[in-house]
């Protein structure tokens, strides 16, 4: 069974930064695709990562590009979302996901919800002003 349990959430001032985390259980994540997404109120799931844990490329949303860093730690089977320069606009419920198969499909990254089957529970962000 697979398990994506995240951790790493809060309430920061703007400008301030957080680490979010994703231990994946029972699922050999290095063969298949994981990512970030995020939830506002009222607004659709949006990616905000992808990594491929299998080569190490990496793939952002134009909104966070320099400021985000997706990396992963295969020795303890978690994937890591650093994110740094938080503004207003970065508050959202935080989900990590995973799926089999490559990142990538004819040069085409995998960056809508419904191309990945496993979620964790998600974890709140907050950035105040």
């Known amino acids: 069974q697979v398990q994506l349990v995240e951790s790493g959430g809060g309430s920061v001032q703007a400008g301030g930064s957080l680490r979010l985390s994703c231990a994946v259980a029972g699922y050999t994540y290095t063969w298949g695709c994981m990512g970030w997404f995020r939830q506002a109120p009222g607004k659709e799931r949006e990616v905000v990562a992808v990594i491929n844990p299998g080569g190490g490329s990496t793939r952002y949303a134009d909104s966070v590009k320099g400021r985000f860093t997706i990396s992963q730690d295969n020795a303890k089977n978690t994937v890591y979302l650093l994110m740094n320069s938080l503004k207003p606009e970065d508050t959202a419920m935080y989900y990590c996901?995973?799926?089999?198969?490559?990142?990538?499909?004819?040069?085409?990254?995998?960056?809508?919800?419904?191309?990945?089957?496993?979620w964790g529970q998600g974890t709140q962000v907050t950035v105040s002003s």
């Open positions: 996901a995973a799926d089999q198969g490559p990142c990538t499909y004819g040069g085409v990254w995998r960056n809508r919800f419904y191309e990945y089957n496993y």
